[in-house]
């Protein structure tokens, strides 16, 4: 099993459209890590499986290897590593190892259900107040008032309008270019074409934190209508803006790639506990509910730049779907 592992990755790293950072969590998720920091009990493809025979590899133990993971209260990460698994089967599959696939067979990952929560008009109105007297320094929950070193960003808030305006995954908000954003076309519009991504390796070998030139999906690359509070935002962050290298509208306080775990620290210290369920991905859920209450799940869909309206309907909208009116149907029933 551990031969196979390898020759599906250089496989898959042969295909095209597969990305280096979908490579990395392939590899993450077969090999052992050497950092003598990780945990020694972390369950890997190859420490669980990788000294089995391909056909040792049945259903009954792939089924076992997943639902223990499962059981450590790794769901996403078992969902992970059987789609990892059946690539790897299937290649044995082609090259006549073995008949079947195992995997196939296995049973269906649990799912944590639940409801999209999108912000109402008073939540955002609270959180926007906290986050300007966050950005002026004053203590904000357990968050103490700044009396020295570096001002709190104020970018912060200005990504949130921008978040907020216009619904887009939060790596790429923080891609965003000048040269992407049309402020004096009527209506202002932006385009998300790239995202911010992190690939293992070294920075000088094109490693490390990078813009990526395409978006999450195909349908992700999208061009948006900007609504006028967020407009403005834009226009006095490029009055105040210091040219950068990369043209980035939200860069870091270097002029380089805002790191996103840096931003969502400053933002959980910007937010507070009080709204601490409030996430950059709250603001799209909010995006996609206030849109699909008015114009439908799939103009919300567009807006959030999903291929169809089904991953929208079932993540994002925090409403439920509207049964049409068959009262004059239903009346009959009074008898």
Not at 49 to 68: I, M, Q
Request: hydrophobic share 35%; with cysteine; aromatic share 6%.
């Amino acid at each position: 099993m551990s031969e196979l592992a390898d020759l599906w990755l250089a496989e898959k790293a042969l295909q095209e459209g597969v990305t280096q950072q979908s490579l990395d969590l392939y590899r993450t998720e077969i090999e052992v890590s050497t950092d003598s920091r990780a945990n020694k009990d972390t369950i890997k493809i190859k420490s669980a499986l990788g000294g089995l025979r391909v056909w040792e590899a049945t259903t009954s133990r792939v089924d076992a290897h997943l639902k223990r993971i499962v059981l450590n209260g790794h769901r996403e990460k078992a969902r992970q590593q059987r789609v990892i698994l059946s690539g790897m089967m299937g290649m044995a599959v082609r090259h006549d190892a073995i008949d079947q696939n195992p995997v196939r067979e296995v049973a269906d990952l649990p799912r944590k259900r639940q409801k999209p929560r999108a912000a109402d008009l008073e939540t955002l109105t609270e959180l926007r107040a906290q986050l300007k007297a966050w950005v002026e320094g004053k203590e904000v929950d357990d968050v103490r008032a700044r009396t020295h070193g570096p001002k709190r960003n104020p970018l912060v808030l200005d990504v949130a309008d921008v978040e907020l305006g216009t619904g887009p995954r939060p790596g790429e908000a923080l891609a965003l270019r000048w040269c992407d954003v049309e402020l004096d076309s009527i209506p202002p519009r932006l385009t998300f074409c790239g995202t911010i991504i992190r690939l293992k390796g070294k920075k000088e070998d094109g490693k490390g934190l990078i813009r990526q030139e395409w978006t999450k999906t195909d349908s992700g690359y999208r061009t948006v209508v900007i609504p006028q509070f967020a407009a403005e935002t834009l226009k006095r962050v490029k009055a105040e803006a210091v040219d950068n290298e990369l043209d980035l509208v939200f860069p870091n306080r270097d002029g380089g790639i805002w790191d996103p775990h840096n931003f969502n620290r400053a933002w959980r210290q910007a937010r507070g506990t009080k709204f601490a369920w409030v996430t950059p991905k709250t603001f799209r859920k909010t995006v996609a509910s206030i849109i699909a209450g008015e114009f439908g799940p799939q103009a919300a869909a567009q807006q959030l730049g999903h291929a169809n309206d089904s991953v929208t309907k079932r993540h994002y909208i925090d409403q439920p779907t509207a049964a049409p009116d068959f009262t004059t149907t239903l009346n009959r029933l009074a008898g």
